[in-house]
């Protein structure tokens, strides 16, 4: 079945560690998309690709980077530097061109101790 | 700044009562109105899109209408039923249609 899959669903790390979040995608979409979702609160949006080897900062691009080396794939890194970390992440993609539909993952919960 | 917001943060209904959640954006530029339903600890799921050139769409037990005089969005769900029971995000495109913003979102609570 096509789909966004992200993994992992749960994650524990200690204060100062890199940690790398996966998002696949099958659905032959151009655009991916990384949000962030704290509790009681909408999505933000971290960083998002158009097209493989391109990206562009969202809203609160500090403290993370990501990469767009292929087609399928759009890991999200949660560098040290994010002061906040604790959150559910969320990948997306949608096809290139204009408005439209984005796809969600079933997010992965960061819990930083 | 633009953004995209709602005016309540929880709404409770009867089931079987109809449902009206509402938004309000500020980006007189947007074209282009999605709504969301998020279960707890899951993802958001599509319900139904609108574009600034209409004013009503319809869905199953959905309907989305826009108000682009007073920048004014709402969902309508008929009938609703508990597995309607999530929060509800609108969300509007930016930035040439690259880019969707998100509302802080509305709980909807079914009581039987």
């Known amino acids: 079945d096509g789909g966004i899959t992200q993994s992992p669903k749960y994650l524990f790390r200690k204060e100062g560690q890199n940690v790398t979040l996966s998002c696949e995608q099958n659905?032959?979409?151009?655009?991916m998309y990384w949000y962030r979702q704290d509790p009681g609160q909408g999505l933000r949006l971290i960083y998002y690709?158009?097209?493989?080897?391109?990206?562009q900062k969202g809203d609160i691009a500090e403290g993370y980077s990501v990469s767009r080396e292929k087609k399928e794939s759009f890991p999200l890194t949660v560098t040290s530097a994010q002061k906040n970390p604790t959150a559910f992440y969320l990948c997306?993609?949608?096809?290139?061109?204009?408005?439209?539909?984005?796809?969600f993952g079933e997010g992965s919960r960061l819990t930083v101790l | 700044g633009e953004s995209v917001g709602l005016h309540l943060p929880t709404l409770s209904v009867q089931e079987g009562d109809n449902s009206i959640i509402n938004c309000a954006y500020s980006?007189?530029?947007?074209?282009?109105f999605i709504w969301y339903k998020q279960e707890s600890g899951k993802g958001p799921q599509f319900i139904i899109d609108?574009?600034?050139?209409?004013d009503k769409r319809q869905g199953q037990r959905v309907t989305v209408l826009l108000n682009k005089t007073v920048k004014h969005l709402s969902l309508q769900i008929a009938a609703t039923q508990p597995g309607d029971s999530a929060v509800y995000f609108c969300?509007?495109?930016?930035?040439?249609?690259?880019?969707?913003?998100f509302g802080t979102g509305t709980q909807l609570k079914v009581e039987l």
């Open positions: 997306a993609s949608k096809i290139q061109g204009g408005p439209g539909e984005l796809f």
């Open positions: 659905l032959n979409h151009d655009a």
């Open positions: 690709s158009q097209i493989v080897n391109d990206f």
């Open positions: 980006n007189s530029a947007s074209d282009y």
């Open positions: 609108i574009r600034s050139n209409m």
């Open positions: 969300a509007d495109f930016t930035g040439g249609g690259n880019k969707l913003t």
